[in-house]
């Protein structure tokens, strides 16, 4: 059930995005291993992440164990990834407020950027897991695992936990399991998909969203100039 948690400026907000499935249209990582996985066996390790058996990082570092791509497939393969065109506009509302929106995403940095690139989209903080290139294999790296969450293999949370105040809510915007500890934390939450049954489930209000375009509708509502403050 939609429902406004808070009265707030969007101003004052310190704004993170989710990457795949909340800024691209489809899961980025998921296809990328669905179609270049050497065997099948992501799909058990997907299907025991999903069951809570596995952490992320472990299910990660299988999955990716399995892939095999040249980096000129995988630019290729990045250059047809779609973004969400609302997603422009909600970066140039926030540039009005001046807030500067920060990615924080389980995908990793390099695929990231580079879809970004392809986008123009340029300047944006991206806080990702790692990728280094060898041959055809991808070798992931987690800087940003957190000792004290055994579920996330990039703690989002982390990111803004330790340095909050009540003067700059946290607003978050995402979509699935690797979100649900970030979006616990933050103040205003917009969830669709499986973060959205998580949290509807724990009892945890959030703002439903199908596509940027509603989350960049109720922002605009936040924007508050002289002339229509109430
Ligand atoms: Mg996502
Ligand atoms: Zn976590």
Known sequence: MEQELVNYR???CRVFFDFDNTITVGDVLYELIECYSLSEDWIKLEKAWQLGEITTKQCLIGQMKEVRI????????LAAVEIDAYFVKIIELLGKVGV??????????????????????????????????K?????????YSNPDCPFCAHCK??????DRSIEHPILYVGDGRSDICAAMESD???????????????????????????VYKHLKGKVYEPASAR
Request: some cysteine; hydrophobic content about 40%; overall charge negative.
């Open 135 to 143: 041959g055809e294999e991808l070798i992931p790296s987690f800087p």
């Open 70 to 77: 040249s980096r000129k497939d995988l630019s290729r393969y």
């Open 10 to 12: 969007l101003s004052d």
């Open 157 to 162: 949370k982390t990111h803004f936990i330790h």
């Open 100 to 133: 500067t929106p920060v990615i924080l995403s389980d995908n990793f940095e390099p695929i990231i950027q580079e879809i970004f690139a392809n986008n123009n989209i340029r300047g944006l903080p991206v806080f990702a897991n790692h990728l280094e290139f």
């Open 188 to 214: 205003i939450v917009f969830a669709k998909d499986t973060l959205l049954a998580y949290l509807n489930k724990h009892g945890r209000d959030c703002i439903e969203f199908t596509a940027l375009a509603d």
